[in-house]
């Protein structure tokens, strides 16, 4: 049976749903599958699947020990949970693919895989006869809170606490997160930013691991594996309604175009071509914190350089902490280890250049402005009245830099559009040369009456919903906080 193991030592290994449960490895690695042979399939029989179908044999390969519980993980995950049959649409604009995997709850794509990750957990938990109730604890930026917030509500056996810094996150988002009712859940301002946020939450999970009796941490960031997998099923779907559209036959190459963050939705891509799937390049696109074109460009990663405030906060990150599984892969365990330390300690490592080439085989990387990108989201917009979102307008604007170049193949374009325009609503408008107003629901009327792409349904109400959520702390009160919460005060 496929076993996990930790990036850092080769003998911290763990079953399936084990690894689901802890998170991160005790060492401070992230799991990866042991044996990517075992992960290998034959991808055309998964293209005769639809969604659901795709996911199911997905996730078995990932997580055999769950194999009996998959067909209800799944059905519950996805069944009726999207506003789209497919679950995630491929759209033809302007040349281009764009794969639209904004329409879940919450509107971005965060909830392809937080809509399953409370049913692995639950499964995990029934597998291992674990007897603590898991307490799901996350720092947020925005996108990861309400998501969050919305997979664990209600979930039997487990409790939900996400901290936001206090300014810096649209009003639209704070208001996802603070009209949440789910009994077991909680959003807790923080008077500080997210990098507050952040260390709060990584110091209590390393001193306070049991905030109470009978209550285990665990996590609901991209670190955890069981939020991964469900991200790599999207490949196939698109590869599958490419087939569809009559623009691929089976075999033919395909490159994938992804705005990135914390580089966990392009390590789902690269699992999916380890799986099998003919894709021919995978495109890392950073806004302005060009941490990653960088890397991809020297082979040095630094991290030592300021953070820029961009119009697509959601890639706003200097530390990419899905990088160490790629690098685990083409480096080994023991460089991987070394390489994270270089980090930590000094800031800034370098791989060698035959690890480079060898990255470079499947990555490119690219970097595009908030001026690029607004000029992305104006041009497709007047040009095929396409309407995207500020992050996926980083992908569009990287796509057409590196055709200009010469650099990507004729293979058609997928470009991963990650949340839907109406969360972005100020950037969005001011992109299309309207006027912006202080009142965001102002706005969002504004950008229906625009463009004619309808408001989403989850956002609509958003300004009527009765506010759940009002506490509002300083950093040090966080563990207090924490095990108040646990202890159900
Ligand atoms: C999280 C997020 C990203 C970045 O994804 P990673 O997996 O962190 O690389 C891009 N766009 C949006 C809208 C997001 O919420």
């Given at each position: ?110 909830d ?70 789910g ?14 946020a ?85 495109v ?19 991290r030592?350089r ?21 690098l ?49 989201i ?8 396409y ?12 796509s ?17 559009s ?22 965001d ?6 950008l229906?009456?625009?463009s ?37 005060r």
């Amino acid at each position: 049976m496929l076993q996990y193991r930790s990036t850092r030592h080769a003998n911290e290994s763990c079953s399936p749903s084990m690894a689901i449960l802890n998170g991160l490895a005790p060492d401070g690695g992230l799991y990866v599958p042991e044996d990517l042979e075992a992960l290998r399939l034959d991808y055309r029989e998964v293209l005769k699947e639809d969604y659901l179908g795709m996911a199911r044999i997905i996730f078995t390969k990932f997580f055999p020990d769950l194999a009996e519980e998959i067909p209800v993980i799944v059905e519950a995950s996805y069944r009726g949970r999207f506003r789209s049959e497919a679950v995630t649409p491929l759209v033809p604009a302007d040349g281009k693919w764009i794969l639209e995997l904004f329409h879940g709850p919450t509107c971005a794509f965060k909830d392809v895989a937080l809509s399953a990750l409370p049913n692995l957990m639950a499964a995990a938990v029934r597998k291992n006869h674990f007897e603590d109730e898991i307490l799901i604890l996350t720092a947020t930026s925005g996108d990861t809170g309400s998501a969050a917030l919305h997979g664990f509500s209600d979930v039997p056996g487990t409790r939900i606490v996400v901290f936001y810094p206090d300014e810096g996150i649209s009003l639209t988002q704070r208001l996802q997160m603070t009209t949440e009712r789910g009994r077991n859940t909680a959003a807790c301002a923080i008077r500080g930013d997210f990098d507050d946020a952040q260390r709060g939450v990584k110091e209590i999970f390393r001193t306070m691991p049991h905030p109470a009796k009978g209550i285990a941490l665990s996590s609901a960031n991209s670190i955890n594996i069981g939020r991964l997998v469900p991200q790599v099923v999207y490949y196939f779907a698109a590869y599958r309604q490419l087939m569809d559209a009559g623009r691929i036959a089976v075999g033919d190459p395909v490159t994938f175009v992804v705005p990135t963050g914390n580089f966990g939705d392009i390590m789902a891509g690269w699992f999916a071509r380890a799986m099998g799937l003919p894709v021919e390049k995978l495109v890392c696109a950073s806004n302005s914190n060009e941490v990653l074109a960088d890397f991809l460009a020297t082979g040095r990663y630094d991290r030592k350089r300021i953070l820029h405030k961009t119009n697509s906060p959601s890639m706003d990150i200097l530390v990419s902490s899905n990088l160490e599984r790629l690098l685990y892969f083409v480096c080994g365990e023991e460089q991987t280890r070394r390489y994270m330390e270089e980090l930590g300690e000094k800031g800034a490592y370098e791989v060698s250049s035959a690890e480079l080439e060898s990255i470079r085989a499947c990555f490119v990387g690219g970097a595009a402005s908030d001026e690029e990108g607004a000029k992305a989201i104006h041009d497709i917009f007047s040009s095929d009245h396409y309407l995207m979102d500020t992050h996926t307008a980083v992908a569009w604007a990287v796509s057409e830099k590196l055709e200009e170049r010469g650099i990507l193949s004729e293979a058609p374009q997928v470009i991963l559009s990650t949340a839907s325009p109406y969360k972005f609503t100020r950037s969005v408008l001011a992109a299309l040369g309207e006027e912006v107003s202080e009142e965001d629901r102002r706005n969002m009327e504004r950008l229906e009456e625009v463009s004619g792409v309808a408001m989403p349904e989850p956002l609509a109400g958003i300004f009527d919903r009765e506010v759940m959520h009002r506490d509002v702390i300083d950093p040090p009160a966080m563990k207090e906080y924490v095990k108040a919460q646990a202890e159900g005060r």
